[in-house]
């Protein structure tokens, strides 16, 4: 057992330095009694040992040079080796079986550590302790599961960054990889992923240099650029944070995905779905994309058109809402948003569908609409509901039961306006003369 030198350097060579007798103390000599051929079996390390350390037919003993703080572990390891079985459960000790495991090449141990730790209650301080193990670890086949289990527990931990935004912004480069990384973040826009990202990279990184490094080589590839709005493309063109040629590239990317026809903006998500990045697929904002088509002639008029999943939906009972991106008419924003409420005599819940116009001063606006949904056998489009309305800033109008029935029929498998599990809306916005 050996003692490492208190000296920087010696420290910073890491593990080589408790190899070396140059910068370390003998402390004490263990002598352990041990089966050659069971250790080989489960080890290449300690196969290659025996095999090169013992060819002298008289030769009965070899020396390792462990530190202290390793006994402990590298005794849980042998008796693993052994026995199959661990006496240690806390999850700092199997850190250090599992650390031991993978110095002695010991796998079923270190798949063993990793079981166990994953059946350990998690917590943040835990899981970025996972996601900080030393990169040999961490590549290790063995411990891809905790690692996995570790990045799912803080994507689903820190969901909605704005809840838990001085928690998060206080995360490791680990954690926010991971935080980044989930379709479920719940964001007002990918805008909002953007700021965010920054916010955090100024935080830890008050350098320029080290900040456009982290930036470029670790968090560019989280942001899901394509689902930018284009006046916040336009900002990163102008952002001091990035590398200029790598800003450029990513807002060509995402400009080429905008004008792609959508059936082919579908194919390009797919592709992505098992790859590493998933720059564009879309997550679960909390405002809604749309897609808008506008005319000026022969009057002001646009038509939203706003697609759900049946998830989507789900989620909005007993009460919730989901609200779409801004779009324009006349220079001024709307906006559509979609409810679980209760029905006019308040006896059941059902699907609401409202318009509101963003809080711009005291401009009033006169506007015809007409709320429209795809609806089965034919897949077209079938009216809903038809109004107008003189809007001030701020105000919203709708339909509380858009569909004239419960919650529980319109959820339901048979529904009619569920087609491959997409709840397909359209709003029709004209401007009254």
Same mark, same amino acid.
């Given at each position: 057992?050996?003692?490492?030198?208190?000296?920087?350097?010696?420290?910073?060579?890491?593990?080589?330095?408790?190899?070396?007798?140059?910068?370390?103390?003998?402390?004490?000599?263990?002598?352990?009694?041990?089966?050659?051929?069971?250790?080989?079996?489960?080890?290449?390390?300690?196969?290659?040992?025996?095999?090169?350390?013992?060819?002298?037919?008289?030769?009965?003993?070899?020396?390792?040079?462990?530190?202290?703080?390793?006994?402990?572990?590298?005794?849980?390891?042998?008796?693993?080796?052994?026995?199959?079985?661990?006496?240690?459960?806390?999850?700092?000790?199997?850190?250090?079986?599992?650390?031991?495991?993978?110095?002695?090449?010991?796998?079923?141990?270190?798949?063993?550590?990793?079981?166990?730790?994953?059946?350990?209650?998690?917590?943040?301080?835990?899981?970025?302790?996972?996601?900080?193990?030393?990169?040999? +670890? &961490?590549? #290790?086949?063995?411990?891809?599961?905790?690692?996995?289990?570790?990045?799912?527990? %803080? @994507? =689903?931990?820190?969901?909605?960054?704005?809840?838990?935004?001085?928690?998060?912004?206080?995360?490791?480069?680990?954690?926010?990889?991971?935080?980044?990384?989930?379709?479920?973040?719940?964001?007002?826009?990918?805008?909002?992923?953007?700021?965010?990202?920054?916010?955090?990279?100024?935080?830890?990184?008050?350098?320029?240099?080290?900040?456009?490094?982290?930036?470029?080589?670790?968090?560019?590839?989280?942001?899901?650029?394509?689902?930018?709005?284009?006046?916040?493309?336009?900002?990163?063109?102008?952002?001091?944070?990035?590398?200029?040629?790598?800003?450029?590239?990513? +807002? &060509?990317? #995402?400009?080429?995905?905008?004008?792609?026809?959508?059936?082919?903006?579908?194919? %390009? @998500? =797919?592709?992505?779905?098992?790859?590493?990045?998933?720059?564009?697929?879309?997550?679960?904002?909390?405002?809604?994309?749309?897609?808008?088509?506008?005319?000026?002639?022969?009057?002001?008029?646009?038509?939203?058109?706003?697609?759900?999943?049946?998830?989507?939906?789900?989620?909005?009972?007993?009460?919730?809402?989901?609200?779409?991106?801004?779009?324009?008419?006349?220079?001024?924003?709307?906006?559509?948003?979609?409810?679980?409420?209760?029905?006019?005599?308040?006896?059941?819940?059902?699907?609401?569908?409202?318009?509101?116009?963003?809080?711009?001063?005291?401009?009033?606006?006169?506007?015809?609409?007409?709320?429209?949904?795809?609806?089965?056998?034919?897949?077209?489009?079938?009216?809903?509901?038809?109004?107008?309305?003189?809007?001030?800033?701020?105000?919203?109008?709708?339909?509380?039961?858009?569909?004239?029935?419960?919650?529980?029929?319109?959820?339901?498998?048979?529904?009619?306006?569920?087609?491959?599990?997409?709840?397909?809306?359209?709003?029709?916005?004209?401007?009254?003369?």
């Amino acid at each position: 057992m050996i003692e490492e030198s208190p000296s920087g350097d010696e420290a910073a060579q890491g593990n080589e330095s408790s190899w070396s007798m140059d910068c370390c103390t003998v402390l004490r000599i263990r002598t352990i009694h041990i089966s050659s051929p069971i250790l080989a079996a489960k080890s290449p390390f300690f196969y290659k040992l025996f095999s090169n350390g013992m060819r002298e037919s008289e030769q009965r003993h070899v020396t390792l040079r462990i530190n202290v703080s390793e006994e402990a572990a590298l005794m849980e390891l042998l008796n693993f080796m052994y026995s199959n079985t661990l006496t240690t459960t806390t999850a700092p000790a199997l850190l250090d079986v599992l650390m031991a495991a993978d110095k002695f090449e010991v796998a079923s141990c270190m798949r063993y550590c990793s079981r166990l730790l994953r059946n350990l209650p998690m917590t943040p301080e835990s899981a970025l302790l996972y996601l900080e193990l030393p990169s040999s +670890v &961490l590549m #290790a086949e063995a411990v891809q599961p905790l690692t996995d289990a570790a990045k799912q527990y %803080l @994507a =689903a931990r820190y969901k909605d960054i704005t809840k838990f935004q001085d928690e998060v912004l206080n995360l490791p480069l680990a954690g926010i990889e991971a935080v980044l990384s989930s379709d479920d973040l719940q964001v007002a826009s990918e805008d909002a992923v953007y700021d965010f990202v920054l916010k955090w990279a100024r935080a830890q990184y008050p350098k320029l240099e080290e900040r456009r490094e982290i930036l470029g080589s670790r968090l560019l590839r989280l942001i899901r650029f394509p689902h930018m709005t284009c006046r916040k493309l336009k900002k990163v063109l102008s952002c001091n944070d990035f590398d200029h040629e790598i800003a450029s590239k990513v +807002v &060509l990317e #995402a400009l080429f995905f905008k004008a792609e026809a959508p059936h082919r903006q579908r194919s %390009l @998500a =797919a592709e992505e779905s098992t790859a590493v990045s998933r720059r564009f697929i879309e997550r679960a904002y909390k405002y809604r994309p749309v897609k808008v088509v506008e005319f000026e002639l022969p009057r002001q008029q646009c038509v939203v058109y706003l697609d759900l999943k049946r998830e989507e939906c789900l989620n909005l009972f007993p009460s919730g809402r989901v609200y779409s991106q801004a779009f324009h008419l006349g220079g001024q924003g709307f906006f559509l948003s979609a409810h679980c409420n209760m029905d006019q005599q308040s006896s059941f819940h059902c699907f609401g569908l409202f318009l509101g116009m963003q809080e711009k001063g005291s401009v009033s606006f006169a506007v015809d609409y007409e709320f429209a949904a795809r609806s089965k056998p034919t897949e077209e489009y079938v009216s809903k509901y038809k109004g107008n309305y003189t809007f001030t800033g701020g105000k919203a109008v709708g339909y509380r039961n858009l569909f004239a029935i419960p919650w529980t029929a319109f959820v339901a498998e048979d529904s009619l306006y569920f087609i491959n599990g997409i709840l397909h809306l359209r709003a029709e916005l004209t401007i009254k003369h």
